[in-house]
């Protein structure tokens, strides 16, 4: 037929069947190809998973027992997940005689048995036998301060290739992630050949941070140039979906799940899938050892001077910036309503990891110095155990201000030491701590720099009498989260997949 003929609408037809020819005819070589890179790939993952067998089957027929490994690239850090790792380890060594226990830890400057004296001294813990660390080159991939932009995203591929590092460097029996890197649990499950389990602090995402993107609300994580503007905002609303989605499928590879509160529990539920391999198990708390801070009613009512007492990692989310600024305000309106300087002071003990850590810090201090309480506020850092005990036993208040806290052990240690608390109306602290003991009050909460202040002045207010009924309230309801019911349930939850690794 001649083309210079026909109607422009047959020209169409002709070419769209010439296209239709020729992507017929790359089909097939497509697919082929297709299925090679499919089956290539597929050779390539079992014979690296065969490989690392090999090599785990062989360690284990030298050694005669199981070796669980715990991944904690901060172990020498002092907050409360480094307390959990220690006592699931004293938990896991005092159960079973015939199991050897693996940290991988990315704290490069310090040495093991460096690391073991700092858990002894900062958390008051002792191991029964020693464990052997695995120092981890790469744990730069999981710092926040290298991904600017997109930094879940950038975390989770990062603790995939440290994840990757620790593999190579030594394959267990059992790999317990214990700081939430949940990328890891497929890469040791399906390469590694492990049984994998992990204790979740906090989930990666979760649906309260698409609330907090989708209603434009100015967070640490959500900062103003976002929640101003709506196409921003609903990019981040879709990337942390898709996030979400992936996170799901990564932490639906883990054998066990154990989670440190309700509010962590209902979100992992939501998002993982997995409710038949996901328990509660409260962080481990050392309520005993700040039993022998007396309750005594104060003299006269009250003390002449009153301290404030903050325990937690110098981290934004912890919101350090909230307490100082409510602070602020109380000793404002004292000093107008009583007259002369207030017999008031806020200390704030914490953990740092690093030097972003260390520079929040100068920040803190620099916003006291501009706010002139710079007198009055005094930072303890990377303080030993007896010194805690001491500064929480001369407080008056225990203050938290962690906006959706997971958890909250420096609330119930200060409960637990008679401390009025008074922490964040959100998260843990609102769902499993600071709830009522046998119909009594235990604490306070608040959630902004007025509720805060409010409460600060009316717990201050209080008799004597009243003031100690709550803190009896509290010290009695902080035993739930002692040392020996973690122990208790964490070894509950475990057997399971100890029992697993004798198959």
């Given amino acids: ?7 422009a609408h047959d020209q169409l037809v002709v070419c769209l069947c010439e296209i239709t020819r020729l992507l017929w005819m790359l089909l097939l070589p497509l697919a082929v190809l297709c299925a090679l890179s499919i089956a290539v790939l597929v050779l390539l993952v079992l014979g690296v998973r065969l490989w690392l067998q090999g090599i785990r089957n062989a360690r284990r027929a030298r050694d005669g027992c199981p070796t669980v490994a715990f991944f904690h690239p901060y172990c020498n850090a002092g907050g409360g997940g480094e307390r959990v790792l220690w006592c699931a380890i004293r ?3 005092s159960r079973y005689q015939d199991i050897n226990v693996v940290v991988y830890t990315g704290d490069l400057g310090v040495s093991g048995r460096l690391i073991l004296e700092g858990a002894r001294r900062r958390f008051n813990i002792a191991l029964p036998r020693p464990v052997h660390f695995v120092f981890l080159q790469h744990r730069l991939l999981v710092e926040p301060g290298l991904f600017p932009h997109f930094t879940l995203l950038g975390q989770s591929v990062g603790s995939i290739f440290l994840g990757w590092e620790a593999l190579m460097e030594f394959v267990p029996d059992l790999y317990i992630d214990s700081m939430g890197y949940a990328f890891t649990l497929p890469l040791f499950r399906y390469l590694g050949g492990c049984r994998v389990g992990t204790y979740l602090h906090y989930p990666t995402v979760s649906t309260d941070m698409l609330s ?4 434009r609300n100015p967070r640490f994580n959500n900062p103003d ?33 154990m989670v440190n509160s309700s509010w962590t529990l209902n979100h992992i539920l939501s998002l993982w899938r997995s409710p038949n391999r996901t328990c509660l198990v409260y962080p481990p708390c050392d309520v005993g050892a700040f039993l022998d801070i007396p309750l005594e009613e104060e003299d006269g009512g009250g003390r002449k001077s009153h301290s404030l007492v903050s325990v937690g990692q110098f981290r934004p989310e912890k919101d350090h910036q909230l307490q100082i600024r409510a602070f602020k305000k109380v000793l404002d309106r ?15 003990i914490g953990g740092c990891r ?13 916003l006291c110095q501009e706010l ?8 303890k850092l990377n303080i030993s155990f007896e010194d805690l005990k001491k500064e929480i036993g001369e407080a008056t208040i225990g203050l938290h201000t962690m906006w959706n806290e997971h958890f909250g052990i420096g609330v119930v240690e200060c409960m637990a030491a008679g401390k009025v608390v008074l922490a964040h109306n959100s998260g843990g602290p609102k769902l499993d701590i600071v709830v009522p003991f046998e119909g009594g009050q235990t604490g306070f909460l608040a959630s902004d720099e007025d509720s805060y202040a409010d409460a600060i002045e009316r717990i201050l207010a209080l008799p004597a009498a009243d003031r100690l009924r709550i803190r009896r309230n509290a010290r009695q309801s902080a035993a739930r989260f002692s040392d020996e019911e973690f122990q208790a349930c964490f070894l509950a939850a475990m057997e399971p997949v100890m029992v697993m690794l004798d198959r």
């Avoid at 037929?1 to 109607?7: E, Q």
């Avoid at 972003?356 to 620099?366: A, C, I, K, S």
């Fill in 1 to 7: 037929m001649d083309l210079g003929i026909m109607s």
């Fill in 91 to 93: 938990a896991l060594q």
């Fill in 354 to 366: 690093n030097q972003e850590d260390e520079e929040r810090v100068l920040m803190l201090r620099g």
């Fill in 334 to 348: 004292r000093r107008a309503a009583l007259g002369g300087e207030e017999a008031l002071k806020l200390v704030l």
């Fill in 372 to 379: 002139g309480v710079a007198d009055k506020v005094e930072f």
């Fill in 212 to 215: 907090v993107v989708r209603e």
């Fill in 225 to 257: 140039y976002i929640s101003n503007s709506l196409f921003l905002s609903a990019f981040k609303v879709v990337y942390y979906f898709l996030f979400a989605l992936l996170y799901g499928m990564a932490g639906s590879c883990s054998d066990l799940t």
